[in-house]
């Protein structure tokens, strides 16, 4: 007994020594599943041409993703990062964070000495790095001659993300977009409105699916924005925010925060999508509005019912949580040309392509014409789903849901 | 009188029924929510109310996998864990003794001192704590977070080292020097053999602590060090609940060594950390 | 100076010898303290002014009594509940039935397991189409509709005595281990009945035991911050709304944050204390 004592202690003991010494190194076995994907579109990659080889550049990068649900996380694992280090020889190392935690590290960064090179966000996150003044590269259009492609996504993306001036600074990879999901085994005739949404709430009492207002999910919201914004315009015609305490005034917006309430008493809320997604899957959230790339992802694989069926409401679909790549200010100037290489890589054709063709998820450039039509069979067209977008570009409202949603919002 | 005795016997097998019944209720109540963890990671397509998944699957592991990373995660949570035990060890081997053998006034007054961490909820300092390992650039170090779990673990540690320094037999101590070894010599080479029993405890408490901890670890890790609680917080969060089971079972196995460890070398009261100075 | 040395060599070298633990007090925990209590007196974003509005603030809130009231209730309704059930498992465990050994072991399952892993656990086993509905809908047909547990204060209840009862369990088990049974042999000599027995000798034998359990179990239900940041849906008791102004404000409200841990801190040293006197005084007499 007391021998197997000793044994055990200098065991533990020895680990105790050995690991702290193999702590830090900087060569983390990552594991990358390389598989052969059938995909139609060959692999070309559009390097810009420098004049002069600069010194030899960086070959690894951090990326921090605070944007990408599981699907997308699988994504870059699977699909992003191989085909990276593949065709421009430099390897990701990909982290998933969270916004507030990415700032609150920037802002204790020293000028050049930030270690995340690459950020991939939220709107929200974007705007509020910019409210906190944490300085990011601007990219657009200052390095359009590193990152041509940046010059195939629409302008007005790039210059606002949920109304706050971004300057530039984000590139935009994807344009997420939520849509109307149901179980067709109990909803039979889908609501086509907001307002017909509201009106028949009561024939999906409980069974409607709804997020927490501060949840960490974007949703928590965007569903609240897109149903206000059915009934009182949260943003004038030219897309600018109407301000919060103007709204606030009128009666209009009285009401519909009123009938928001109202309408969340009828809801099932979820903490965070993936709750909202096992009551789908138990039967007991019939109907809900959420992002249409993860929504037919699930079904695909086997984690929703595959009686989920999507549908459109004509006065307001939310737009989902658009990916926006930035550089920091803060680190290494080779680091940033390296950066701009993978941004413009990522916002290749080939690359966006894939986006949509794989994931159903729309494309950060305007490139619609060269998606196969097969993928037009699955999802609408852009040009379809646009004039019903609801990009949220009133951030104090946004701002207000999130921070005094849960107390003013929630059922009692 | 036979049918009183028969009677007897029942009612006395009655009550090892109720017994096991009960025991067997507690049992399944800890552990059927492993259970259902199990059945999650292995499940497609289980939708609606049915008992058991309708596939079986290994897609849930080979993406858990994939997606987060796992041997870092488990090397960040073990690193962390050695150095915070090692730190912890360190520090409680001389304060244990010097509190378990030697004549201090003022004793309880210190002991409930260092105890006091254990009373103050761990959100209360790991408040500052972040903030000052922001300043001094600690976050997402291995050593930082590390220092972090050595506030909650050190305690501890010194809690167990002082008993067992405390209960130390008088008469061998006395002996060794009768033999006429010398303090440090009595030290090394009888006082710490004695208390070996005591340091494995303490360390195998603090390394569980460090393991599980949560709280200060979330206040103070970053993409480098993101430790296995924290990457099952984010998962149970964000991702699906059939990978996040997956990941969960994985995780899992340290943690039962860890229990298994627990039975055989000591006694369990010792990891709630008895009572004594609070 | 040598005198000195030599005539104090005792003093000193106890006092070398607690130097490590002493540091780390105060450098991990004091330290640490000291900056949440000086931030809680900042003006938000400030580092040089003092102001007291985070605190009227934070108790001025119509909310903040509810949180404290839910923070209390969890933890004494936990501690409670836990002491109810430990005291019959242990005073099984003490027959030493067959199969002890795993019920011993099943007690410390909570507390080595990751509580975030077990917290998913009782999510899909309490949700409305995990096991237990499963049962009683199906098994035994008592209800039509699945019961609310996850989310409710019931079940944040249930998974707080999961996940802290072993503290109670484990402490009261060795006291009881230790209790020498002559006591109990007296008694049933005397003629007292097994139930006489085991209310007048053995409960009032190892209440301190029991005791010193509960506030380990109180300890830490009261601390709790993982279980309820997942489980708790909207109920969240204070540590969760600290953790809240960090992570939902940006930027994040530190001085907000501190000055709701500070009171957090006051009230469980407060509750603490006042514990210990009860605790103390039956041990006394």
């Known amino acids: 007994m007391r021998k197997s004592l000793f044994l055990v202690v200098s065991l533990l003991l020895v680990a105790a020594a050995v690991l702290p010494a193999c702590g830090p190194t900087p060569t983390p076995e990552k594991i990358i599943v390389r598989e052969t994907v059938p995909v139609t579109v060959k692999e070309t990659v559009v390097v810009p041409v420098t004049a002069t080889p600069p010194p030899p550049l960086p070959t690894e990068i951090t990326v921090v993703d605070t944007n990408s649900g599981a699907n997308f996380q699988l994504f870059w694992q699977t699909r992003i990062i191989p085909s990276v280090q593949e065709q421009l020889g430099i390897k990701i190392n990909y982290v998933v964070s969270k916004g507030t935690e990415v700032a609150e590290r920037m802002k204790a960064w020293e000028p050049g000495k930030g270690d995340i090179h690459l950020l991939f966000m939220k709107p929200d996150d974007l705007a509020n790095l910019i409210k906190s003044n944490i300085p990011l590269v601007k990219l657009h259009p200052d390095r359009l001659d590193m990152i041509p492609n940046l010059a195939k996504c629409p302008e007005e993306y790039l210059k606002t993300a949920q109304g706050v001036d971004i300057q530039g600074t984000g590139a935009l990879y994807w344009r997420s977009q939520y849509t109307l999901i149901y179980n067709t085994e109990y909803v039979k005739n889908p609501p086509k409105s907001w307002k017909e949404f509201y009106e028949r709430r009561a024939e999906w009492k409980g069974h409607i699916g709804w997020m927490r207002p501060d949840s960490k999910s974007g949703s928590g919201r965007s569903l609240p924005y897109a149903f206000v914004n059915a009934f009182v315009p949260l943003t004038n015609p030219d897309g600018s925010p109407i301000p919060l305490a103007e709204l606030e005034k009128k009666p209009e917006y009285q009401d519909a925060i009123a009938k928001l309430k109202d309408f969340m008493t009828y809801c099932k809320i979820a903490n965070e999508p993936t709750n909202m997604f096992e009551d789908f899957n138990a039967g007991d959230t019939w109907i809900a509005c959420y992002a249409m790339d993860y929504s037919l992802w699930s079904i695909s694989q086997g984690t929703m019912p595959p009686t989920i069926a999507a549908g459109s409401l004509s006065d307001g679909m939310p737009a989902g949580s658009d990916g926006y790549l930035s550089i920091p200010a803060n680190i290494p100037d080779e680091y940033k040309q390296v950066a701009m290489k993978v941004i413009n890589y990522l916002l290749s054709d080939d690359q966006q392509i894939r986006l949509i063709t794989e994931m159903w998820q729309y494309t950060g450039t305007n490139i619609e014409d060269k998606v196969p039509d097969v993928v037009w069979r699955k999802i609408p067209k852009w040009k379809e789903i646009e004039p019903v977008r609801v990009r949220l570009n009133n951030k104090e409202f946004t701002d207000w849901v999130k921070e005094k949603g849960a107390e003013v919002l929630l059922p009692k | 009188m036979r049918t009183l005795r028969q009677y007897l016997r029942a009612l006395l097998n009655a009550k090892k029924l109720l017994a096991y019944t009960f025991l067997l209720c507690f049992f399944l109540w800890v552990t059927t929510p492993f259970l259902m963890i199990l059945l999650k990671s292995f499940g497609r397509n289980w939708f609606g109310k049915l008992w058991l998944p309708p596939e079986f699957t290994l897609d849930w592991y080979k993406w858990a996998i994939t997606v987060t990373n796992i041997p870092e995660v488990l090397r960040n949570t073990l690193v962390i864990a050695g150095i915070a035990v090692t730190i912890s060890t360190l520090i409680a081997i001389p304060t244990g003794w010097a509190l378990g053998r030697r004549q201090i006034p003022g004793k309880e007054v210190i002991m409930s001192t260092i105890l006091l961490p254990r009373m103050i909820p761990p959100i209360a300092y790991a408040l500052g704590v972040a903030q000052i390992f922001y300043r001094l650039h600690l976050i997402d170090t291995h050593l930082g977070v590390a220092i972090a779990h050595v506030a909650i673990c050190a305690p501890y540690a010194i809690l167990v080292l002082s008993s067992t320094f405390e209960g130390l037999d008088e008469r061998v101590l006395e002996a060794a020097s009768v033999c006429g070894a010398n303090n440090l010599r009595t030290f090394f080479h009888i006082t710490l053999p004695l208390v070996m029993p005591g340091i494995l405890s303490s360390i195998i408490f603090t390394f569980t602590t460090s393991y599980n901890e949560f709280t200060l670890t979330l206040m103070t890790y970053g993409p480098k060090t993101i430790t296995l609680p924290v990457r099952t917080y984010l998962a149970v969060g964000e991702g699906y609940w059939e990978v996040t089971s997956a990941l969960s079972m994985i995780l899992i196995i340290p943690s039962l060594f860890v229990l298994f460890m627990i039975q055989r070398q000591v006694q369990p009261e010792k990891l709630v950390g008895g009572f004594k100075g609070v | ?285």
């Not at chain 3, 242990?90 to 892993?117: E, Y």
């Not at chain 3, 530190?254 to 040293?269: C, G, N, T």
Request: hydrophobic residues 55%; proline residues 5%; contains cysteine.
């Open chain 3, 1 to 285: 100076m040598a005198s000195f040395l030599k005539k104090h060599r005792y003093a000193l070298i106890s006092f070398v010898m607690l130097l490590p633990g002493l540091a780390s007090f105060f450098g991990l925990f004091f330290y640490p303290m000291l900056v949440t209590v000086v931030r809680s007196f900042r003006p938000e974003g400030v580092t040089t002014a003092w102001t007291l509005r985070n605190y009227t603030d934070f108790l001025g809130q119509a909310s903040t009594r509810q949180v404290i009231l839910l923070t209390f209730f969890l933890a004494i309704a936990c501690t409670l509940l836990s002491i109810l059930l430990s005291v019959p498992l242990t005073l099984l465990l003490r027959q030493k039935l067959v199969g002890h050994r795993l019920f011993r072991l099943t007690i410390l399952v909570p507390i080595t397991v990751p509580g975030l892993v077990g917290a998913l656990g009782l999510l899909l086993f309490y949700g409305s189409r995990g096991w237990l509905n499963l049962l009683l809908m199906q098994g035994l047909h008592v209800v039509e509709q699945p019961v609310k547990i996850n989310y409710t204060l019931t079940g944040l209840v249930i998974f707080y005595v999961w996940h802290y009862f072993s503290y109670t369990a484990v402490t009261t088990l060795s006291t009881l281990e230790g209790l020498d049974p002559a006591f109990e042999e007296a008694a049933r000599v005397a003629g007292a009945s097994p139930w006489q027995v085991l209310r007048h000798v053995v409960i009032p034998l190892i209440m301190p035991g029991i005791l010193a359990g509960s506030v380990l179990t109180f300890m830490a239900a009261f601390g709790a911050f993982s279980i309820p940041l997942i489980t708790g849906g909207s109920y969240r008791p204070l540590a969760v709304q600290i953790y809240k102004q960090i992570e939902v404000f940006t930027p994040a409200r530190w001085e907000a944050a501190s000055a709701m841990a500070v009171v957090m801190a006051l009230l469980q040293l407060v509750f603490l204390t006042f514990y210990m006197r009860v605790l103390r005084r039956p041990t006394a007499s």
